[in-house]
């Protein structure tokens, strides 16, 4: 069936890093992928994605693209803020398949 | 603002008492699920409604029943609640099967339940 691997966390940066959280997964035919980010005390929200091999997915700053040859979803920032402090999860979804999540990285980012 | 909405927010409940979480989505969405996240595990799925008056089980379905009530509204009920039930649970909508596929989905802020 359908999996996603992401980085295992916590991730703990400072200021203005660079930041990149993997993501591999495992998939029949050509699913789309996704990055949802959850901040504390809140539900899941759609940071980004991409339906289809090549396509790069950005939304505030934050980038990844899908690359079928190696299977991942990478997600990456330039220069982090102390607001991006929040759990991301990566996900995909394939045909009629429903969602099928990473099991989160909690990112801190210190001033 | 449009979205999904999750009732209680909190809920302390006693070993065997039964309550139901309800969540409605204001989106027009065929679509809509229920999951529940756990330190460490993600977001596991319980149940899910592909379109009104259809439901089917999930990969955690022991202990839990759903209802589509209508197109807007999709509940969850435990009928006898155990300390492992702990757990946030989510709601969530799409607009179908190729909707979620190309727009995700959209969830509600989690209900936060404890089993003592």
């Known amino acids: 069936g359908n999996s996603v691997t992401q980085m295992e966390g916590p991730v703990t940066l400072s200021e203005e890093a660079f930041l990149t959280i993997n993501c591999t997964y495992t998939a029949t035919g050509y699913p789309s992928l996704f990055w949802y980010v959850q901040y504390p005390g809140e539900g899941l929200q759609l940071l980004l994605k991409a339906t289809k091999a090549d396509d790069k997915g950005s939304n505030k700053g934050f980038e990844a693209t899908y690359r079928k040859e190696t299977t991942s979803f990478h997600l990456e920032k330039g220069s982090v803020q102390v607001s991006d402090s929040a759990v991301y999860f990566c996900?995909?979804?394939?045909?009629?398949?429903?969602?099928?999540f990473g099991k989160g990285t909690k990112l801190t980012v210190n001033p | 603002n449009a979205g999904v909405t999750q009732t209680p927010k909190f809920q302390v409940l006693k070993t065997g008492q039964s309550m139901t979480l309800q969540c409605a989505q204001d989106?027009?969405?065929?679509?809509m699920y229920w999951y529940r996240q756990d330190p460490g595990m993600g977001l596991r799925l319980i149940y899910y409604?592909?379109?009104?008056?259809?439901?089917d089980k999930g990969e955690v379905p022991n202990g839990y029943n759903v209802s589509r009530l209508n197109k807007r509204e999709f509940s969850l009920r435990l009928e006898s609640a155990a300390p492992s039930q702990t757990s946030v649970y989510f709601c969530a909508s799409s607009e179908g099967a190729n909707g979620g596929r190309n727009y995700g989905y959209t969830f509600g802020s989690g209900t936060r339940l404890t089993v003592v």
């Open positions: 996900a995909l979804q394939g045909g009629s398949e429903k969602l099928v």
């Open positions: 989106m027009n969405h065929n679509s």
């Open positions: 409604s592909a379109s009104e008056g259809t439901t």
